[in-house]
């Protein structure tokens, strides 16, 4: 297959990177990255709390800004960009949709478990009506085999999906793995393809330049990486890749690189590494956002983060069952005080 001439970019910082941030991205801030991320030709910038619309909760972690305000600051300031919010259907609502479009939201990101589309339906239905571009967004792909995942695609594309995403959440695919899930959805939507990737593994830009020779369109990224886990594809290291490599896209590398170091990088809380949990993560297949939840739990129950992780990976967790972190914690806890005693 041909590689395609234009590669279209949605950039995650504001949503994916929140994880990092623990949500507590102010209203300067907000209005600081996306006008960079507009005035750099992002044709998309993703803007909500790290789980979606609806997701600020005691469970999935508390917001500093409603869903709201974080979408008013941001519309004043994209002219070009198309302002994108997510929602995990069960976490976020209708209404929230509603509420999103009124606020200036040009798109929404419908995301499910890879086996899950079908719980999308009314919310894309509601996204075509209101005159939103509708992305479904199959998470966590790795856990089901290429034609399951083609399945799925279609079931969006049969909802009035306008794109479909392949979505490695844990971080924990290969370039093999990437090509045989994204060809797969390829030949069987009408409708563009794209991948969203984390760094787990350190594979992010290299499994997003394996999506795009299968035939993907629409790739993530986010400035310096920021995201849950080891982050997503870095954009601006994605923006030189993809210029080197002969593609072409809406991006101006220059100031993609800008925003990252002048505005991004000084409001990070840490630099965004491949600890040893995130690492674990993408081995183990474990769901990226579960990293500081995990962390916490550890310190908590005086356990080893990485057994949490792999038994979460053994349970084969997902995304909405972060209150399982807690219950395996404490049950590594009682096991390693029932063989000291």
Same mark, same amino acid.
């Given at each position: 297959? =041909?590689?395609?001439?234009?590669?279209?970019?949605?950039?995650?910082?504001?949503?994916?990177?929140?994880?990092?941030?623990?949500?507590?991205?102010?209203?300067?801030?907000?209005?600081?990255?996306?006008?960079?991320?507009?005035?750099?030709?992002?044709?998309?910038?993703?803007?909500?709390?790290?789980?979606?619309?609806?997701?600020?909760?005691?469970?999935?972690?508390?917001?500093?800004?409603?869903?709201?305000?974080?979408?008013?600051?941001?519309?004043?300031?994209?002219?070009?960009?198309?302002?994108?919010?997510?929602?995990?259907?069960?976490?976020?609502?209708?209404?929230?949709?509603?509420?999103?479009?009124?606020?200036?939201?040009?798109?929404?990101?419908?995301?499910?478990?890879?086996?899950?589309?079908?719980?999308?339906?009314?919310?894309?239905?509601?996204?075509?009506?209101?005159?939103?571009?509708?992305?479904?967004?199959?998470?966590?792909?790795?856990?089901?085999?290429?034609?399951?995942?083609?399945?799925?695609?279609?079931?969006?594309?049969?909802?009035?999906?306008?794109?479909?995403?392949?979505?490695?959440?844990?971080?924990?695919?290969?370039?093999?793995?990437?090509?045989?899930?994204?060809?797969?959805?390829?030949?069987?939507?009408?409708?563009?393809?794209?991948?969203?990737?984390?760094?787990?593994?350190?594979?992010?830009?290299?499994?997003?330049?394996?999506?795009?020779?299968?035939?993907?369109?629409?790739?993530?990224?986010?400035?310096?990486?920021?995201?849950?886990?080891?982050?997503?594809?870095?954009?601006?290291?994605?923006?030189?890749?993809?210029?080197?490599?002969?593609?072409?896209?809406?991006?101006?590398?220059?100031?993609?690189?800008?925003?990252?170091?002048?505005?991004?990088?000084?409001?990070?809380?840490?630099?965004?590494?491949? =600890?040893?949990?995130?690492?674990?993560?993408?081995?183990?297949?474990?769901?990226?956002?579960?990293?500081?939840?995990?962390?916490?739990?550890?310190?908590?129950?005086?356990?080893?983060?990485?057994?949490?992780?792999?038994?979460?990976?053994?349970?084969?967790?997902?995304?909405?069952?972060?209150?399982?972190?807690?219950?395996?914690?404490?049950?590594?806890?009682?096991?390693?005080?029932?063989?000291?005693?």
């Amino acid at each position: 297959m =041909s590689e395609p001439s234009f590669v279209h970019v949605l950039d995650a910082t504001l949503r994916d990177g929140s994880h990092p941030m623990g949500h507590s991205f102010t209203r300067e801030q907000i209005a600081a990255v996306a006008g960079g991320l507009d005035a750099a030709g992002l044709e998309y910038i993703e803007i909500s709390h790290g789980d979606g619309l609806g997701g600020s909760s005691i469970n999935y972690g508390r917001s500093l800004l409603t869903d709201e305000e974080m979408l008013e600051a941001a519309a004043p300031v994209i002219h070009q960009a198309k302002l994108t919010v997510l929602l995990l259907p069960g976490i976020g609502i209708k209404e929230d949709l509603e509420m999103a479009a009124k606020h200036g939201a040009k798109a929404v990101r419908i995301a499910t478990h890879v086996t899950e589309a079908d719980i999308a339906a009314q919310h894309i239905e509601l996204a075509r009506k209101l005159g939103m571009e509708a992305f479904g967004f199959l998470m966590m792909s790795h856990m089901a085999p290429p034609e399951v995942v083609a399945a799925q695609a279609r079931l969006f594309e049969s909802y009035g999906a306008t794109t479909v995403y392949v979505a490695d959440s844990a971080g924990t695919m290969l370039p093999g793995d990437v090509k045989a899930r994204v060809k797969a959805v390829v030949d069987a939507v009408k409708v563009p393809v794209g991948f969203h990737a984390h760094n787990n593994l350190c594979m992010a830009v290299a499994n997003s330049v394996a999506a795009l020779e299968v035939g993907a369109s629409f790739l993530d990224g986010t400035c310096r990486g920021l995201g849950a886990g080891a982050g997503n594809a870095q954009l601006e290291v994605l923006a030189g890749v993809l210029d080197k490599l002969g593609y072409r896209s809406s991006l101006d590398f220059y100031k993609v690189m800008d925003v990252a170091e002048e505005i991004v990088a000084p409001m990070m809380k840490r630099p965004q590494v491949v =600890s040893k949990n995130a690492l674990m993560m993408g081995y183990a297949g474990v769901y990226s956002s579960f990293l500081l939840f995990t962390a916490r739990a550890a310190e908590r129950f005086g356990v080893d983060a990485r057994d949490i992780l792999v038994e979460l990976g053994k349970r084969r967790m997902v995304g909405g069952q972060e209150d399982m972190i807690i219950d395996v914690a404490y049950r590594l806890a009682e096991q390693r005080k029932e063989k000291t005693a």
